[in-house]
């Protein structure tokens, strides 16, 4: 597949089912009455992990996905029942976290809508339909989804694919404050989820195909007023300036797109940067910073304290733009403050937070382009560099070993839980293009190929932190694209391509429930709350996303075309 499609036609697809009535030019809004709605402070979100409900993206600013809940448990997750599920009417990609607080439940969809319900019973208390205007349309990549919200006071926060981002009232979804970041249409959206630190509402923004160049800001969260923005390609006369060729990182992408993670102790922000534009190197000389990385930012006023590159000199789209998740483990017998990361380039990295230096890093998918470490820097094979002249088949694709899918961490059994991608590309240089605002910016032609070590396309993997060594994985022959929950109750959900959300012994892999076949594929991050002391699992099930839209060999498998859209939210209990 070639990346040379037209925006007037990446617009009309995305539009695609849905046209979603050029998207209801103002907001669509019910009411109902609904039990009182608990202030989420501060503290309450310095101590998500033990709240009963789900408060931020990943659970917790540590970014764990893991929840203290036995609730469900190995004994007797067979008997998980669907409580409830609502229908979201949208065939796009389904990819947002429900966040629950209290009794209420808050979950976006496709195309910037925003519901809140009754965590109990699917009840909907609310509805709120962003008036997207149709130009934000023709810069999105890749589908028009929207990961999910944040919560604070009493407000609920949305990004936009427009680049706003907006607050509502959480008890009725009238709007308090929407403040817009960039114009649309010109390369920018946003998509993943906000996060809120120290009454601020931090996020960062897409658009590295589109040569937008990126950043994270920080706005007040009573106001929306923006505090701090900080650029994530470094201009000349900062530091990582001269890393660029004259000019280049204005429009050098390196988009922080998805949601970060935050260390209350160090008011520390560690926030992952996506690609460099245009994809070829030899079209940018040098590190290119600070793309393909993870920075730590003073969480007050965004100034970089450190950074680590995990795709140096970077022409394969290894967006580096995936979660980190906090952790503590001992590597040959020294205890760290650790970062862990499994990259789009096939490796899982353990980073000793303090201070960015690798502590280690081992491949969990077949790797080619990057084949060593040295001096604790990933060092690429230049083989495998595509150029104008050149093709080259390497190994993982652009999509990565791990896409945006986020893993989870077990502090019980010290594992991580990545969902991954077993495949490999042919990439080759294209004629260079002068940049203009709102077209690609790539430069390359390429194609999704079968890894030739497996003859699966998906599994779900588990690594000890200690060491990054595999100890169980589950293969299946479908991509696997949703995200992983570990609980206390020894347990790990996720969902399949296919239609299956399961859950797997947290220390061995073996699958323990396999839910009825649901209504679509599932690309969506599962969550798990307590309300009156019952557990509830939810997920999205809504296929879509990047697999369908650039899969090449795995979105012209059969098994994989035929896999049905719809969005439908599905909470299961026992």
Known sequence: MRYKRNVVEIARDLLGVCLLVAVAQIPVLSYAAAAPYPVVTNKRLVNAQRDDGWLMYRRNYESTGYAP???????????????????????????????????????????????????????????????????????????????????????????????????????????????????????????????????????????????????????????GRVEWKTYTTAAPGTPGGDTWPRGAYKTGGGNPWITGTYDDKTNTLYWGVGNPAPWLSIMRPGKNLYTDSVVALNADTGEVKWYYQWTPTDSWDYDGA?????????????????????????????????????????????????????????????????????????????????????ISVDPQTHMAYIPTLHACMDIKGAAPVAYKAGLYFVNAHFELKHDPTTDDWGSVQALDLDSGNQVWQYKTHLPWSSGTLATAGGLIFSGSSDGHFMAFDAKTGKVLWISEQLRSGIIGVPTTYVVDGKQYVAIWAGWGGAVPMWGGQVASDPAVKTIPRGGHLYVFAL
């Open 69 to 223: 809940f036995e609730g469900i448990n190995i004994g007797n997750v067979s008997q998980l029942k669907i409580a409830f599920d609502h229908p979201s009417n949208l065939s796009q990609g389904h990819e947002a976290a429900p966040l629950v607080n209290g009794r209420y439940m808050f979950v976006t969809t496709p195309m910037n809508h925003l519901i809140a319900m009754d965590a109990t019973n699917g009840k909907v208390l609310w509805q709120y339909d962003f008036p997207l205007e149709k130009k934000a349309l023709q810069t999105v990549c890749c589908d028009v989804v929207n990961r999910g919200a944040a919560l604070y006071g009493g407000l609920v926060y949305m990004g936009t694919l427009g680049n706003h981002v907006v607050a509502l009232d959480a008890r009725t979804g009238k709007v308090k404050w929407d403040t817009t970041l960039a114009p649309p249409g010109v390369g920018y959206f946003i998509s993943g989820a906000p996060l809120v630190v120290n009454g601020k509402v931090v996020i960062g923004d897409g658009g590295g195909e589109y040569g937008a160049r990126g950043f994270i800001v920080a706005m007040n969260a009573m106001t």
């Open 322 to 406: 995936n979660e980190t998740v906090m952790t503590d483990l001992a590597y040959h017998g020294k205890v760290y403050h650790a970062l862990v990361h499994a990259d789009r380039n096939g490796w899982f990295f353990a980073l000793d937070r303090t201070n960015g230096k690798l502590i280690y890093a081992e491949p969990f998918v077949h790797v080619t382009s990057i084949t060593a470490m040295k001096d604790g820097i990933p060092r690429p094979n230049p083989e495998m560099q595509p150029t104008i002249d050149k093709q080259v088949f390497t190994c993982p694709s652009f999509i990565g070993g791990k896409n945006w899918w986020p």
